[in-house]
């Protein structure tokens, strides 16, 4: 479809979507809903989105709008929402839309607020399109724990995975895995969280369980990975006998994964766990890597663009392991023909499913434009770097003429390509890429000479002059303005790199090429190229560094090096780069500086020398004149003076005076061509301006309206908090009173201490009593344990008397004497009974005068119970008094009640030992008469 007919439909639907924030009827509804449909529409899955792209104006507005609508959740139908979601999901596949969904247009919290309205009871279909989106733009973006929202998404996601449902656990999970990932906050306070201990648990129960699917297993193990990675479940997940089926399942979601989600967390867990060395050892010792890796190279051929960037991803952190790289090597050429290779081109020509050889399919990739098809090429680029360095510094042996004939084309195409400027900056940035990688891995492979001579013969010097040029004349390294005054993303620090590996390939192939020993070392000499070198030198990167260094430490052997405007170049770009470091957000963006930023200088031009002069020469300028006055005044007095004064005049000086006037010309055109210049970009700049502004005031109306928010919630706060300030004014008003109150009732209450001291002090002494008391019953309890045993002996002795009556006779007097000494004792026993049924009705008088006073206190207790609770600390203080008296006096009734039952019991047994003297006298009287008897 082509781009006006999508400006018409995007701009029907701004104004279906204003008509209905104005007036929501269901016809403005229903207007709506239809152009959602048809945005639905071209937005499916495989469509072109470059059109909305949030840079240009009309999409940009266009979300705006939908975002606004979005965010009246209680006013709007969920049927409406779904739609507006599901647009946007179609939108979020393209990356850069994704990216500013979250950054400039600030959906998240919009979607966060959607979930927590409409998600408090049970999970909907609104609430999972919320959820699946939320997950989808919020992979690889750091969130702010201190945000309100994201508290509540925290408090959401862990509900759901702790307490889990069918549908929705696996997209929680995922948003945990994005929420917690390079995220130390989030981190520590899921780590401090009250139901830690059971969110590790469910988590390991996933790993674990055998009902779990791959999803669930991937996403735990992230999350695991991220908060406990020094903790004890770390160690529990990864140990030793655990990591090979952890790597069959991640092998397997990457190889049989439904969706591109789903691959990209499982590359995502193996760049995260390979940074670990003995993880890295146990997967290069893994028993089914080979074929694992076989079958990952087959779906090059077979995947998407999405899907073919996660698997050069997954391959080039592979070709990091130690022992890997030669592994993914022989694969890679173990399914490659080189006698077919006339077909070599057909195939390449070709779409890229109908190529089997993972090796052609990467150089397929390889070969794509980044317009169409995003980072593959880059990837894919950077794979055959990899397996080219293994084969060349390998010694291995294979036929690099075949492999020379294959890749050798689509480099040079690659390198030849034009790249379009006045396009969107995204676009040449990654054409920029392109070249730079492409250059990278020239370089690599004309470290093997096969491939060298090959190279040699296709490679001409005005492929690096060309590549050189383009640099030379449009990057913005020579224009020496900041990225900050130019605005938005360039393509500048790609073109330097571009720049240094194309300078390092000339240094490499000059030995070997005509004429580009010469051409190299007049670059090298040339004042153009500083720019480039000191950038180079000053980069980030530290292979860009290291090749800067070698072509300075060679270019120092040249006589005409610029060695001196190469430090200045690097002290500028030093001071450049603090000044940004130092003003980065505190400089605001205006068109104003950015045209002054933008205008040449018009007053300077270069000499041959290197040095700046001024381009009016005063000595010519004044002979000029002369001839021009010597003229006018010949004219004035007639045609014989004015002949007279042309005879005088030489021709030469007056074909000077055209020169002079040509050279003016031609000056004021150079001056008029760079301000022209200078206004064209000047006016591209205020287009992207114009862009960044539409973005930016979309997310200050968020942030607005965010605010609007709070202001009306502080505003019920304050007004809370005026009628708890006048209710605590008229509560101290009346605890004043209370306290003078209180301070009578405290000195009443002193008296009363007093006296209870002196209760304390009766009870002490009773306590004391009490005591001696309790010693006596114990020993009573000793005698009595002495007289059952006596009572057991006896009975045991009446049976033998039964049995050896004669031995009874003869032993009835002994008895007799016990008896006597029995009736002693149980005389005394009397005694000590009289003595404590004395002592008991002394402790029950006492008792019960203990009784009255308690009543009586308890009286004055319920007297003083509302004066009690009105001070807390004097009534916990003397409400522990009483308890304790209570408890005391309960204890006390207690004990006596246990010292009845035991006299009781006493009284029992001794009733018992009565009976049994009574017996025995009786027993021994019957004997002695029956004695007596005998002997008449």
Request: charged share 25%; proline share 2%.
């Amino acid at each position: 479809m082509e781009n006006m007919e999508k400006a018409s439909i995007i701009k029907t639907a701004i104004m279906a979507a204003n008509q209905y924030i104005y007036s929501k009827n269901n016809s403005n509804m229903i207007l709506f809903q239809h152009q959602l449909d048809v945005l639905l529409g071209i937005t499916s899955r495989g469509s072109d989105l470059k059109f909305f792209h949030p840079r240009n104006l009309l999409p940009t507005e266009c979300l705006t709008v939908i975002i606004d609508i979005m965010r009246e959740t209680g006013e709007i139908k969920p049927s409406l929402i779904i739609k507006c979601l599901q647009l946007l999901r179609n939108l979020a596949a393209d990356k850069d839309i994704r990216e500013s969904l979250h950054e400039s247009f600030n959906l998240t919290p919009v979607l966060v607020d959607i979930i927590k309205h409409t998600c408090s009871s049970a999970v909907n279909s609104l609430c999972m399109e919320s959820l699946h989106l939320l997950q989808r733009i919020t992979y690889g973006h750091k969130m702010v724990l201190q945000e309100s929202y994201v508290q509540d998404l925290l408090d959401f996601i862990i509900q759901h995975i702790t307490d889990p449902a069918e549908d929705c656990t696996q997209v929680c999970l995922g948003l945990l895995v994005n929420l917690c990932k390079d995220n130390f906050a989030v981190q520590t306070h899921l780590k401090n969280l009250e139901n830690s201990k059971r969110l590790k648990r469910t988590l390991l129960k996933h790993i674990s369980g055998s009902e779990s699917n791959l999803d669930f297993i991937i996403y735990s193990i992230s999350v695991v990975t991220s908060v406990w990675l020094h903790d004890q479940e770390y160690d529990m997940v990864f140990k030793p006998s655990n990591l090979n089926p952890m790597f069959q399942s991640i092998f397997n979601i990457i190889l049989k994964g439904e969706t591109g989600m789903s691959r990209r967390y499982g590359v995502d867990l193996f760049k995260e766990i390979l940074k670990d060395g003995q993880i890295q050892s146990t997967l290069s010792k893994f028993s089914h890597l080979s074929a694992y890796i076989d079958a990952i190279l087959k779906l090059i051929p077979a995947s998407s663009t999405e899907t073919v960037v996660m698997i050069f991803e997954l391959l080039l952190c592979f070709c990091s392991i130690e022992g890997v790289r030669s592994r993914i090597s022989r694969s890679v050429l173990s399914t490659l023909d080189f006698n077919g290779r006339q077909q070599f081109s057909d195939m390449l020509i070709g779409p890229v499913n109908q190529v089997k050889e993972p090796l052609l399919a990467t150089v397929h990739w390889a070969q794509q434009s980044p317009d169409t098809h995003d980072e593959a090429p880059l990837y894919a680029l950077d794979f055959l770097t990899e397996i080219y360095e293994e084969l060349i510094y390998s010694n291995t042996r294979v036929k690099y003429s075949a492999h020379a004939d294959l890749i050798l084309p689509v480099l040079l195409s690659s390198l030849s390509s034009e790249i379009d400027i006045d396009t969107d900056l995204c676009v040449p940035r990654k054409h920029c890429k392109k070249k730079v990688k492409s250059l990278q891995l020239l370089s690599v492979l004309s470290g093997e000479d096969d491939i060298r001579k090959k190279m040699v013969a296709m490679l001409s010097p005005s492929v690096y002059t060309q590549l050189l040029d383009f640099q030379l004349i449009n990057n913005r390294v020579t224009l020496h303005v900041s990225k900050v005054s130019l605005g938005g993303e360039d393509w500048s620090e790609e073109g330097v790199h571009i720049v240094i590996f194309c300078m390092e390939l000339m240094s490499k192939l000059r030995k070997y090429m005509p004429n580009l020993d010469g051409l190299f070392c007049s670059l090298l000499q040339d004042n153009k190229l500083v720019p480039f070198l000191s950038a180079g030198l000053t980069s980030a990167d530290r292979t860009v560094v290291q090749t800067a260094l070698q072509l300075f430490t060679f270019g120092t052997s040249l006589d005409a090096f610029p060695t001196v405007l190469i430090g200045d170049s690097m002290a500028s770009c030093n001071a450049r780069k603090r000044e940004m470091t130092e003003n980065v957000g505190s400089t605001p963006l205006t068109l104003g500086s950015t045209f002054k930023s933008m205008q040449p200088p018009v007053s300077l031009s270069h000499n041959h020398n290197g040095d700046f002069s001024r381009s009016s020469n005063s000595d010519q300028d004044a002979s000029v004149q002369s001839i021009i006055e010597k003229m006018q005044t010949g004219l004035e007095n007639g045609w014989e003076d004015f002949s007279k004064a042309v005879k005088d005049i030489n021709r030469s000086e007056i074909i000077d005076i055209y020169e002079h006037k040509i050279q003016a010309f031609q000056t004021k055109e150079n001056h008029l061509q760079d301000l022209l210049d200078a206004k064209t970009l000047a006016l591209s700049q205020a287009d992207r301006l114009i862009a960044q502004y539409r973005s930016r005031r979309a997310q200050y109306e968020a942030e607005a309206h965010k605010m609007r928010k709070l202001l009306k919630d502080s505003e019920l706060q304050s007004e809370e908090h005026r009628e708890r300030l006048n209710d605590i004014m008229l509560q101290k008003e009346k605890l004043s009173v209370e306290l003078e109150q209180l301070s009578q009732e405290y000195q009443k209450l002193e008296h009363i201490s007093e006296e209870h001291q002196h209760l304390s002090a009766a009870y002490s002494d009773i306590t004391d009593r009490y005591e001696s008391s309790q010693k006596t019953l114990l020993s009573l309890k000793q005698e009595l344990k002495t007289l059952t045993e006596m009572h057991e002996i006896l009975q045991k002795h009446n049976e033998s008397l039964k049995q050896q009556h004669d031995l009874a006779s003869e032993q009835l007097s002994k008895l007799q004497e016990e008896r006597k000494q029995l009736s002693k004792q149980l005389k005394e026993k009397e005694t000590k009974l009289h003595e404590l049924t004395k002592t008991h009705s002394k402790l029950e008088s006492k008792y019960e005068k203990a009784e009255k006073e308690r009543a009586e206190l308890e009286t004055g207790l319920d007297k003083m119970r509302d004066t009690l609770n009105k001070t807390e600390q004097t009534r916990k203080q003397f409400q522990q008094q009483v308890s304790s008296l209570e408890l005391v006096c309960k204890q006390h009734e207690a004990d006596l009640l246990s010292k009845d039952e035991q006299i009781k019991e006493l009284s029992t047994q001794l009733e018992k030992h009565t009976q049994i003297a009574a017996l025995i006298h009786s027993l021994s009287s019957g004997k002695s008469e029956s004695g007596a008897s005998v002997a008449k």
